[in-house]
């Protein structure tokens, strides 16, 4: 036979010109993967729903990427509106369930909703009678002049109907004056405020108050959303969402999921490769039940989530960063809500922040402790409000550790 065998490329052995030209080929995208991987950062926001993923994101977004534009601000707008709208409507809806109900009839005279000045119940501004609520509305010529007093019979289920079938606004639309009234008296009827005060027991949204203490603002005739309405505004997460950063050579992505239970089956199609996890848990979640399943207490499954991702085999080597999100709700609720009635263990001094956030702090960390410490990986503990401008400051340190 005598003829030896080829290859496509040359007998077989031999290496070739073009066996030489591929493996330098394979070399430099090798090489070039390696550079990439050093200068990618793919942070992963993971915590339970409501805990405040996104509003991170909200922030990191606007420290990176100047200002909101105005296609975003308006999208705020309907957002905004639909937070008052569906926000108390969730709140009425969950009534029964406290064993509250609405009287048929608002009652008499009363100051008004918050520091809302010279309203009186049963009226709104735009409807005769009405009392101004606030400049804004009297520049849109919405206001009657007059003082009367009174109370239409009506009212409650006038009003209940339109939040029941509210509708949202488009781009560039003031929010409808027909809203102002029935928003403002419903907020202000004290079977309502007894609910928004017991709110943790069915997860009413915790941003109600911030825009409810500030209706005359948010239906001015100049109405823009501020960059606070913006972070403080809520849109649950659903799917997966990447948004990308460059800061200093590196380009960041963050993660955002859904924390939501319903969510949670599709984290782990972003595990791959991940730098480092921001952990969100709210601090103010300590007396709350979740939004899907209102036998569950929100810290409570904050903390079953952690311990399973810290002893994830996908995050061995990941730096964690745990974030105990919301303090300003915090300090505000532990006043008069009591850990222990939630956490029996707990045995600091009763209505203490600082007791508060040592026992959280030590909860969280042991629960890393007992999964047993990685070489090789570290875990921060940060406490943090949306509030607080060393949040992004403590964000980005981590993420660039
Ligand atoms: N007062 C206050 N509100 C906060 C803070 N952080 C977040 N919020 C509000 O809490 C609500 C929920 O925040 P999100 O960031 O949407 O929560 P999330 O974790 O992304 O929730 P999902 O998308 O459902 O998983 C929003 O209305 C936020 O504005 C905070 O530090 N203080
Ligand atoms: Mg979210």
Redesign the pocket.
């Given at each position: 036979m005598g003829g030896c065998v080829s290859s496509p490329s040359g007998p077989v052995g031999e290496v070739t010109e073009l066996d030489k030209q591929r493996h330098r080929q394979a070399e430099e995208e090798l090489k070039q993967a390696r550079v990439k991987m050093a200068v990618q950062v793919k942070v992963l926001l993971l915590?339970?729903?409501?805990?405040?993923?996104?509003?991170?994101l909200?922030q990191m977004r606007l420290a990176h990427r100047g200002p909101f534009t105005q296609p975003e601000i308006e999208s705020f707008r309907q957002r905004v509106f639909e937070n008052l709208t569906r926000g108390l409507k969730y709140l009425l809806d969950a009534l029964p369930d406290m064993g509250l109900e609405l009287p048929e009839v608002y009652g008499d005279v009363y100051e008004g909703p918050d520091d809302n000045e010279g309203y009186v119940r049963g009226w709104g501004p735009g409807e005769d009678g009405a009392v101004a609520g606030g400049e804004g509305l009297i520049r849109r010529g919405m206001c009657g002049a007059g003082t009367a007093e009174g109370t239409r019979p009506d009212g409650i289920a006038a009003d209940l109907a339109l939040i029941e079938h509210a509708k949202g606004i488009g781009d560039g639309e003031l929010f409808p004056m027909r809203y102002y009234g029935p928003l403002a008296r419903l907020w202000a009827e004290p079977v309502v405020q007894t609910a928004w005060n017991r709110g943790n027991e069915v997860a009413v949204?915790?941003?109600l108050h911030?825009f409810f203490s500030d209706l005359p603002r948010l239906f001015d005739v100049e109405y823009v959303p501020t960059t606070q309405d913006i972070?403080?505004?809520?849109?649950?997460?659903i799917g997966i969402t990447e948004t990308s950063f460059h800061r200093r050579d590196k380009e960041i992505t963050i993660v955002?999921?859904?924390?939501?239970k319903s969510?949670r089956r599709k984290w782990i199609h972003c595990f791959q490769d991940v730098t480092s996890i921001l952990f969100?848990t709210?601090l103010s979640g300590y007396d709350r039940c979740l939004l899907e399943d209102r036998d569950v207490n929100q810290m409570k499954d904050a903390m079953m989530i952690w311990e399973s991702i810290c002893n994830s085999q996908w995050f061995k080597r990941t730096s964690i960063i745990l974030l105990l999100?919301?303090?300003?709700?915090f300090q505000e609720k532990i006043k008069t809500s009591d850990i222990k009635s939630f956490f029996p263990d707990f045995d600091g001094e009763p209505y203490s922040v600082t007791a508060g956030h040592a026992y959280f702090k030590k909860r969280f960390a042991w629960l890393v402790v007992n999964v047993g410490r990685v070489k090789g990986r570290e875990i921060y503990i940060h406490i943090?409000?949306?509030?607080d401008p060393e949040l992004l400051r403590v964000v980005m340190a981590a993420v660039e550790e």
């Amino acid at each position: 036979m005598g003829g030896c065998v080829s290859s496509p490329s040359g007998p077989v052995g031999e290496v070739t010109e073009l066996d030489k030209q591929r493996h330098r080929q394979a070399e430099e995208e090798l090489k070039q993967a390696r550079v990439k991987m050093a200068v990618q950062v793919k942070v992963l926001l993971l915590g339970p729903s409501d805990s405040g993923k996104s509003t991170v994101l909200k922030q990191m977004r606007l420290a990176h990427r100047g200002p909101f534009t105005q296609p975003e601000i308006e999208s705020f707008r309907q957002r905004v509106f639909e937070n008052l709208t569906r926000g108390l409507k969730y709140l009425l809806d969950a009534l029964p369930d406290m064993g509250l109900e609405l009287p048929e009839v608002y009652g008499d005279v009363y100051e008004g909703p918050d520091d809302n000045e010279g309203y009186v119940r049963g009226w709104g501004p735009g409807e005769d009678g009405a009392v101004a609520g606030g400049e804004g509305l009297i520049r849109r010529g919405m206001c009657g002049a007059g003082t009367a007093e009174g109370t239409r019979p009506d009212g409650i289920a006038a009003d209940l109907a339109l939040i029941e079938h509210a509708k949202g606004i488009g781009d560039g639309e003031l929010f409808p004056m027909r809203y102002y009234g029935p928003l403002a008296r419903l907020w202000a009827e004290p079977v309502v405020q007894t609910a928004w005060n017991r709110g943790n027991e069915v997860a009413v949204p915790e941003n109600l108050h911030y825009f409810f203490s500030d209706l005359p603002r948010l239906f001015d005739v100049e109405y823009v959303p501020t960059t606070q309405d913006i972070v403080l505004s809520r849109t649950r997460t659903i799917g997966i969402t990447e948004t990308s950063f460059h800061r200093r050579d590196k380009e960041i992505t963050i993660v955002d999921v859904g924390g939501q239970k319903s969510e949670r089956r599709k984290w782990i199609h972003c595990f791959q490769d991940v730098t480092s996890i921001l952990f969100v848990t709210s601090l103010s979640g300590y007396d709350r039940c979740l939004l899907e399943d209102r036998d569950v207490n929100q810290m409570k499954d904050a903390m079953m989530i952690w311990e399973s991702i810290c002893n994830s085999q996908w995050f061995k080597r990941t730096s964690i960063i745990l974030l105990l999100s919301k303090n300003d709700l915090f300090q505000e609720k532990i006043k008069t809500s009591d850990i222990k009635s939630f956490f029996p263990d707990f045995d600091g001094e009763p209505y203490s922040v600082t007791a508060g956030h040592a026992y959280f702090k030590k909860r969280f960390a042991w629960l890393v402790v007992n999964v047993g410490r990685v070489k090789g990986r570290e875990i921060y503990i940060h406490i943090t409000s949306v509030m607080d401008p060393e949040l992004l400051r403590v964000v980005m340190a981590a993420v660039e550790e």
